[in-house]
C-alpha cells in the first residue's frame, strides 16, 4: 500500500479502498480495476474472515497478475486482530486509536508500526476522528484533525499514510456534507506522507475530486457499493417472483444473486475509479 500511495501522490490521483468480504466482492474489485487499468486498495475490517480474505487474495493475485493491489486491515481494533492480518498475509493494515487520547494513539501505533515495518507491512493510522453519518451535524467538528498535531504523530510513529477528519462520515449521511478544504490543504503541507479520507460514500463526486486536489491519495468506500449490490439484487427478486411471473419458469438461484449484486458492485467501483483519476494507472 505504501507504493501505490507514493505513487498516487507523485502522480495527483487517488486510489479507492473498497470493502471486500467475499470471493464476489474481491473479483469484482480486481476485474474492474484489471478493466480500467487501475489500482486499488482491498479494505477488509476484521469482522469479514481476515484468514479467508488473506487467503482469496493470494488466489486473485495469480489471476489478475497485471493489477497493482493491496489487502489492507480496515478499522484495525484489536491488537490479535491486527497480527492476525499480518499472519495471514495483508500487505498493509489499518490501526484504528483515533478514539484514544492523542499520548495513547501515538504510542499503540507506533508499537504496530515497529511490528508491521520489520516484516514489510504498511501501517496506517487515523488522528483526529471520522464518526457515523446518521449523527453527522452533532458529531461532525468535535473530531476534526489539527494540523499542528498531524505532523507531530507522523513523526513519532513512523506511519506509512494518514487517515483524517475534514468533514467526511462513515455511512449515510444525516444532513449534506461539507468538508474543510482549508484544513485538509494545511495538513496535506505539514506532513509528507499519503492521506486518506474515510467515509467516501455519499460525499459526492465533486467533493471527493476536489479532496483528491487538496491532498488526499486514498478513499474509503463500502456504503455507496453494497446499497448498489443491494439494489440490483432487490430488482431482480421483484422482477423474478412478480405476479404476472409464470410460477413454473425456473427462478434465479442464490448464488446468480450473489454474482448479481457483484456485478453491480464492480460498475459503482469503476465509477469511482473514474471521479478519482486513477485510470490507466496501473
Not at 2 to 21: M, S, T, W
Not at 141 to 159: C, I, N, Q, R
Not at 194 to 222: F, M, R, Y
Request: hydrophobic fraction near 40%; include cysteine; charged fraction near 20%.
Amino acid at each position: 500500500m505504501h507504493e501505490l500511495l507514493q505513487d498516487a501522490k507523485k502522480g495527483h490521483y487517488g486510489i479507492p479502498a473498497p470493502n471486500v468480504f467475499s470471493r464476489f466482492t474481491m473479483e469484482a474489485c480486481l476485474q474492474a480495476a484489471d478493466e480500467l487499468d487501475a489500482p486499488v486498495i482491498l479494505g477488509c475490517p476484521g469482522v469479514f474472515g481476515i484468514e479467508e480474505m488473506g487467503e482469496l487474495a493470494r488466489f486473485y493475485e495469480r489471476r489478475y497478475p497485471k493489477v497493482p493491489f493491496a489487502l489492507n486491515l480496515d478499522h484495525g481494533g484489536p491488537f490479535e486482530h491486527i497480527i492476525r492480518a499480518i499472519r495471514a498475509g495483508f500487505s498493509s493494515v489499518m490501526v484504528d486509536r483515533s478514539t484514544l487520547p492523542y499520548e495513547q494513539n501515538v504510542a499503540e501505533s507506533k508499537e504496530i508500526v515497529k511490528i508491521a515495518h520489520a516484516v514489510g507491512v504498511s501501517v496506517e493510522a487515523e488522528l483526529g476522528h471520522v464518526g457515523q453519518g446518521n449523527e453527522y451535524e452533532e458529531t461532525r467538528d468535535a473530531g476534526l484533525t489539527h494540523p499542528e498535531e498531524a505532523a507531530s504523530f507522523v513523526e513519532e510513529t513512523g506511519v506509512d499514510c494518514l487517515a483524517v477528519a475534514v468533514g467526511t462520515s462513515h455511512g449515510a449521511y444525516k444532513g449534506t456534507p461539507h468538508l474543510e478544504y482549508d484544513l485538509l490543504s494545511t495538513i496535506a503541507q505539514s506532513v509528507d506522507v499519503p492521506l486518506v479520507l474515510h467515509g467516501g460514500s455519499g460525499t459526492g463526486d465533486d467533493l471527493i475530486a476536489k479532496a483528491i486536489e487538496c491532498g488526499i491519495q486514498k478513499v474509503n468506500l463500502w456504503t455507496d457499493l453494497s446499497q448498489a449490490s443491494n439494489m440490483a439484487v432487490k430488482a431482480t427478486i421483484e422482477s423474478d417472483y412478480a405476479p404476472d411471473v409464470d410460477p413454473n419458469k425456473k427462478k434465479i438461484n442464490a448464488c446468480q444473486y450473489d454474482e448479481i449484486g457483484a456485478a453491480a458492485y464492480k460498475e459503482a467501483l469503476m465509477h469511482y475509479m473514474n471521479v478519482f483519476g486513477c485510470t490507466g494507472k496501473a
